[in-house]
């Protein structure tokens, strides 16, 4: 190195040893400047104080040794270490922690912590500190691992089992830190399909493991042996129980049918073979569920009827270990029978609907929804799935079911949609000046309406608040041919010329809003004495001995008559009236 560059290293020594007095600056933190500094300056070297090693994150088995390193370089101070941020104290032997020792070598600064037969309450966080140099180490975990207690299989050594029935074998070991995982063999072979739980234990550390193991034992099975091993990484090798199966069987039953298929009405014959061991001991028949007295032996004769279509036939076979129920359906041909009776639903506007209906039949039966006065099906299904209903979708629902060549069946489920009042009446109503008129508001409204207002001109009627101009009246109705609907009638005596240039606002409130109908009141006459239409309604019997050629006459005579009523009678009455003539003629 040249004379130039040793000048100038010693001169940034002496500025480093400054600024490590003062500490704001660290250079042993770098190992090419503790190198320099170690041999240009020697003075600044001794300040350079750091952790060689630091202790890591061990695991340790329960009741063994284990080791925490701490090497400070360069210190010769006080060193302690913490667990969970508590001091253990000063020395090699700590009197508070019996089974604690620190490993001392002072000649290359390690500070060494050993713990011996290791305890649960061992596992914590623990920091090497040399304090007067203000210096912490990492903090390292130390994982005490707790083997699993021996295993338990429930029922063991030996499992009374019944063949065909579902078991669950289940293994249950206690206290393992982690967790252990639990392997199931059968007669030493890997058994897959296991499950398990786990429960933390008060202590927040340990772990019971329990596992289960469906199985479904055959008589074949008796003599083998489940194993259940637990292990975790404190034990790998893992611990053993074992379970022999016995298993016993009840009879093995065949139930037959003869004939296969029959009319209702028609005989059957049901005959129940069985093998068993032990040997059987009796025979039981039941239809339905409900026991049929008097039928003991492998054979059973009856008349068939449709019940026997829904409500099996069951054949039970008993021995000194258990018993066998097998039941059979039999293939009864029926007409439809309603088995789930739709019922009346009352929803909100927007809401989904379902509506259930459940026919029987045999052979399978055709099912079709539609809407009462409509031909379009809606659903081949037991249920009727409506989105999003509107009022309009309210009304009759028809659930219709057809047994080919047998016969067909139909119900009726009523759909009520609650929403805003919906108001019905003719848009344009008649009166004659000078009489008296009516206008009509035809409210459908479910929930009933709570409230109907009346507005036309500088007027506004409610039920409950004022009274009106005397030629005005108010009045509501339920009329039966409505189907429940409120009528609700603005009755005007004396109609005057200003009644016809006012339109009527009908408006209607209930819990989900309210429902308006602007009605406009437009002006008719009374016909005259000698008009078409009284002319017609007094006399059209006396032209029925007429000849066609007078039919004709009058039809070409009362055609033009009509026309100058057009504009002032409603429309309907001239049309039916030269309907009626029309039709009088027509059938003379």
């Not at 042993?28 to 020697?42: A, F, G, Q, T, V």
């Not at 032997?93 to 604690?100: E, Q």
């Not at 499950?195 to 034992?217: A, C, F, G, H, M």
């Not at 339920?478 to 240039?501: C, R, W, Y």
Request: net charge neutral; with cysteine.
């Amino acid at each position: 190195m040249d004379k130039q560059k040793s000048i100038r290293l010693k001169r940034d020594c002496v500025v480093r040893y400054s600024a490590i007095k003062d500490g704001s600056s660290r250079p042993c933190h770098n190992e090419r400047n503790l190198k320099l500094i170690s041999l240009l300056c020697p003075s600044v070297a001794v300040w350079c104080i750091r952790f060689s090693q630091e202790p890591a994150d061990q695991s340790v088995v329960l009741g063994e040794r284990v080791v925490l390193s701490c090497v400070v370089f360069n210190y010769s101070g006080i060193v302690q270490w913490t667990k969970d941020g508590l001091a253990l104290g000063v020395g090699e032997g700590l009197r508070a922690w019996p089974r604690y020792r620190v490993l001392r070598s002072l000649d290359i600064g390690q500070y060494n912590l050993e713990i011996s037969n290791a305890e649960l309450s061992d596992d914590s966080l623990y920091e090497c500190q040399a304090t007067e140099a203000a210096l912490r180490s990492r903090r390292a975990k130390l994982n005490v691992l707790i083997p699993p207690e021996d295993p338990v299989v429930d029922g063991s050594p030996e499992l009374l089992l019944m063949a065909g029935t579902p078991y669950n074998l289940t293994c249950v070991t206690r206290g393992a830190k982690p967790a252990a995982h639990i392997q199931w063999t059968k007669d030493g072979v890997a058994v897959e399909g296991a499950y398990q739980s786990t429960e933390v234990l008060p202590d927040r550390k340990r772990v019971t493991t329990r596992s289960y193991l469906p199985i479904t034992p055959a008589d074949t099975d008796s003599g083998r042996n489940f194993t259940c091993v637990s292990s975790n990484p404190a034990v790998p090798m893992g611990k053993r129980a074992t379970v022999a199966l016995n298993v016993h069987h009840p009879p093995m039953v065949t139930l037959s049918i003869e004939p296969r298929s029959v009319l209702e009405g028609e005989r059957v014959t049901f005959t129940c073979q069985a093998t068993a061991n032990p040997p059987i001991m009796g025979y039981r028949w039941a239809k339905g569920g409900v026991l049929l007295e008097g039928a003991r032996e492998s054979v059973f004769v009856t008349t068939a009827d449709h019940s026997f279509f829904t409500e099996p036939v069951s054949c039970q076979v008993f021995n000194a270990v258990g018993n066998t129920n097998v039941s059979i359906l039999v293939d009864v041909h029926f007409g439809p029978i309603l088995v789930v009776e739709p019922r009346p639903v009352t929803v909100d506007v927007d809401s989904d609907v379902t509506l259930n209906c459940k026919w029987s039949g045999n052979p399978p039966l055709t099912l079709t929804w539609t809407k009462k006065g409509s031909n379009m099906v809606l659903s081949n299904n037991n249920q009727l799935y409506l989105k999003s209903v509107s009022q309009a979708d309210a009304g009759q629902y028809v659930c219709k079911a057809i047994v080919p060549r047998i016969g067909v069946g139909e119900t009726e489920v009523t759909l009520t949609v609650n929403g805003p009042p919906i108001i019905s009446s003719d848009p344009v109503q008649y009166a004659v000046r000078g009489e008296r008129g009516e206008i009509k508001c035809y409210i459908a409204s479910t929930p009933p309406p709570d409230k109907i207002v009346w507005a036309w001109k500088e007027n506004v009627w409610e039920k409950e608040k004022g009274t009106l101009m005397e030629r005005y009246t108010v009045e509501q109705s339920k009329p039966p041919s409505q189907g429940g609907a409120v009528l609700s009638t603005l009755t005007i005596n004396n109609v005057m010329e200003s009644d016809f240039h006012s339109p009527y606002n009908c408006t209607a409130w209930n819990s989900f809003g309210p429902g308006t109908m602007i009605i406009t009141l437009e002006e008719t006459v009374v016909l005259p004495i000698n008009s078409p239409l009284k002319y017609v309604s007094e006399n059209i019997l006396r032209e029925k001995d007429d000849e066609q050629g007078s039919c004709s006459h009058l039809i070409s005579f009362f055609q033009p008559q009509f026309s100058q009523y057009r504009n002032k009678m409603v429309g309907t009455y001239g049309s039916q009236t030269f309907f009626l003539l029309q039709l009088n003629c027509m059938l003379k």
